[in-house]
């Protein structure tokens, strides 16, 4: 009897060890399901990032396009005062935009488009680089 008892708490024992030791490599195993998570949301969020960017980046293309288009066109005409695009600043209250003043002159206005198009090259080259960092 006193046999069994003996055998009886050993197994108790190993059975006990083996539980430690399952708990353990449990314990382990959630950190590092912890630590896997944690990086797939940083890399989740630096690809949200890039995404944006890259939402940016077509934006600015967009804006490109029509710039150039309207050079093209102004670059065309001979006229003092332009017909075609006119550059207006409105105020804005209320839902309604009132104007404050319009630029008609074409030398004036391909200046600024030339201006604007350099200023958002600039903005897609750091765009680009903020992409490929």
């Known amino acids: 009897m006193e046999k069994k008892t003996k055998q009886n708490e050993k197994n108790a024992l190993v059975v006990a060890n083996e539980a430690e030791n399952i708990n353990r490599e ?39 396009d029509k710039l150039e288009h309207a050079q093209d066109i102004l670059l065309q005409e001979e006229s003092f005062n332009t017909e075609v695009y006119k550059l207006r600043f409105c105020a804005t209250s209320n839902y309604r935009e009132e104007d404050v003043f319009t630029i008609g002159n074409r030398e004036i206005i391909i200046d600024f488009v030339r201006y604007i198009r350099e200023k958002i090259i600039a903005k897609v080259r750091e765009i680009e680089s903020q992409l490929i960092a």
Do not use: G, W
Request: proline fraction near 0%; charged fraction near 35%.
């Open 26 to 64: 449990a314990l382990a195993l959630q950190k590092q399901i912890e630590q896997h998570t944690a990086e797939l949301q940083k890399c989740l969020a630096e690809l949200e990032k890039k995404k944006k960017l890259s939402e940016n980046r077509v934006q600015f293309m967009e804006v490109m």
